[in-house]
């Protein structure tokens, strides 16, 4: 699920419907290329404003009897964001996860540097704005660092 929030309305035709008859309250997305095309469609809908003027926040629900979803970034506006978890999901599962989160708001991933027991990425956005992502398994454990720095 993606929120948008904007001090200025939005045009949002070229991306989802609103049907005047639907009941449920939610859009139809008619972008292509799943999130990271709905990404892309929304940064261009949005570069016009100023950074300051809006905001994205992203969660993800999986209904599983075996794999928790890990901690999502509870606001996305912070400089630095931490969390520590247990995940089955493996270490480079959790770092897409996380990096998928920042694709979803407009990142676009620069670089990214893997060891056995950790992943660290580089993100920017047009707006010269950057995220680093670092997510490092304790050693033989499936506990889970996880740090998220932004820059504007």
């Excluded at 993100?123 to 490092?136: I, R, Y």
């Amino acid at each position: 699920m993606l929120a948008v929030a904007s001090k200025t309305e939005l045009d949002l035709e070229d991306i989802a419907q609103f049907k005047e008859d639907q009941t449920t309250g939610f859009a139809t997305v008619t972008v292509r290329g799943g999130q990271n095309g709905l990404a892309q469609a929304l940064s261009i809908i949005v570069k016009p404003l100023p950074s300051k003027d809006w905001v994205t926040d992203v969660a993800q629900y999986q209904i599983s009897a075996k794999v928790a979803t890990p901690p999502v970034p509870v606001a996305t506006t912070t400089a630095t964001w931490k969390s520590s978890f247990k995940s089955a999901l493996g270490l480079n599962r959790v770092y897409e996860f996380y990096a998928n989160q920042l694709k979803a708001i407009g990142y676009e991933a620069d670089e990214t540097t893997t060891t056995r027991q950790q992943i660290v990425g580089k993100f920017s956005m047009a707006d010269e704005s950057t995220a680093n992502l670092t997510v490092k398994q304790r050693p033989g454990t499936t506990t889970y660092d996880v740090v998220v720095t932004r820059k504007e």
